[in-house]
T-cell receptor
Framework: ETGVTQTPRHLVMGMTNKKSLKCEQH?????MYWYKQSAKKPLELMFV???????ENNSVPSRFSPECPNSSHLFLHLHTLQPEDSALYLC??????????????FGPGTRLTVT | TQLLEQSPQFLSIQEGENLTVYCNSS?????LQWYRQEPGEGPVLLVT?????EVKKLKRLTFQFGDARKDSSLHITAAQPGDTGLYLC????????????FGSGTQLTVLP
């Protein structure tokens, strides 16, 4: 299943670097998400985009900057990160069911290590 | 405070055994989803339940949504090593159903 793809799969960066994570969904969904998954912690929602508009920013530090140029692509721009930002970053997209609920589909994630 | 509590946190069993994992909350959800995640990969959606009391089966996996839509269970019959993984439940709250609230997961290991 390659409905949601993420690149790169692994990234090592220094604290002074600037890098970007990319996510692309091929499912025709209208909403896209960034999550952070750290060891021994539940998934943390970072950003939500609906029809390219940001609808949620869960108090994420400004060193993380999302960009959604269209409903199929989502980026997460990273700069001056801290070691505690090392984690698995997951992208997801969702569609609305006839019941009114939403189903989310995840990409494989980017394993980020900040040195 | 964790909105969705999953239990047990860790479960290690022998191949062929049955098991049940639980997802509980004091909140009512409009939907509840179960995912399985393998190391270094993203969660894979297994099922979505939306109606109180609903039961869905996926081969050896049986999912149930509580009558009051506050809890859910996942039962695996005759577990196999391929069932090993992190099982996550996630609930959609009415009014903000586009967002999901995730539990912390149950790490299942099935030994051959």
């Amino acid at each position: 299943e390659t409905g949601v793809t993420q690149t790169p799969r692994h990234l090592v960066m220094g604290m002074t670097n600037k890098k970007s994570l990319k996510c692309e969904q091929h499912l025709g969904h209208n909403a896209m998400y960034w999550y952070k998954q750290s060891a021994k912690k539940p998934l943390e929602l970072m950003f939500v985009y609906n029809f390219k508009e940001q609808t949620e920013n869960n108090s994420v530090p400004s060193r993380f900057s999302p960009e959604c140029p269209n409903s199929s692509h989502l980026f997460l721009h990273l700069h001056t990160l801290q070691p505690e930002d090392s984690a698995l970053y997951l992208c997801a997209s969702s569609h609305k069911l006839s019941s009114g609920s939403y189903e989310q589909y995840f990409g494989p994630g980017t394993r980020l290590t900040v040195t | 405070t964790q909105l969705l509590e999953q239990s047990p946190q860790f479960l290690s069993i022998q191949e062929g055994e049955n098991l049940t994992v639980y997802c509980n909350s004091s909140s009512v959800f409009s939907s509840l989803q179960w995912y399985r995640q393998e190391p270094g990969e993203g969660p894979v959606l297994l099922v979505t339940v939306v109606t109180g009391g609903e039961v869905k089966k996926l081969k050896r996996l049986t999912f149930q949504f509580g009558d009051a839509r506050k809890d859910s269970s996942l039962h695996i019959t005759a577990a196999q090593p391929g069932d090993t993984g992190l099982y996550l439940c996630a609930g959609g709250l009415s009014g903000s159903a586009r967002q999901l609230t995730f539990g912390s997961g149950t790490q299942l290991t099935v030994l051959p």
